[in-house]
């Protein structure tokens, strides 16, 4: 297994940030044209990732979404850091923090419009690490 970590800086607002190019440079590095799987994981409680279409009005689409489903007000047991912050906590909900994207002679198997997306809410939290993994085979 090849692994490869990278910093990603988030804005201070919602947000879903395009790894796509990342993740195709990380296994242009290491897949040398080789089957197998892409794993990628982010190591945080407030983030999560997608495969989904960015461009063309979907990422304000999934983030009037996410708005609408974990609104940022005081409902919200878990209350340390900005108003609403526990909504962040449960995004991985609907946002997990890790996916595998098939990978075929050393590139991602996506299909046309897809794309790998980091989705942060979190405006306490504007640096992530996201974990890059190749497991050929």
Do not use: K, Y
Request: glycine letters at 10%; a negative charge.
């Amino acid at each position: 297994m090849e692994s490869r970590e990278i910093g990603v800086d988030t804005p201070s607002q919602p947000s879903a940030l395009d790894l796509t190019s990342e993740c195709a440079g990380f296994l242009a590095d290491v897949a040398d044209g080789e089957d197998g799987l892409l794993n990628v994981f982010v190591p945080h409680a407030t983030a999560g990732l997608l495969v989904m279409e960015l461009g063309s009005g979907s990422d304000p689409d999934l983030l009037d979404t996410v708005a609408a489903l974990l609104r940022r007000d005081d409902r919200w047991r878990h209350r340390h850091g900005s108003p609403g912050h526990g909504a962040d906590h449960v995004l991985p909900l609907l946002a997990a923090p890790s996916l595998t994207i098939p990978v075929l002679g050393g590139r991602m198997a996506l299909g046309t419009w897809q794309s790998i997306a980091l989705l942060d809410t979190n405006p306490d939290n504007t640096r992530r690490r996201v974990r890059l993994s190749f497991i050929p085979g």
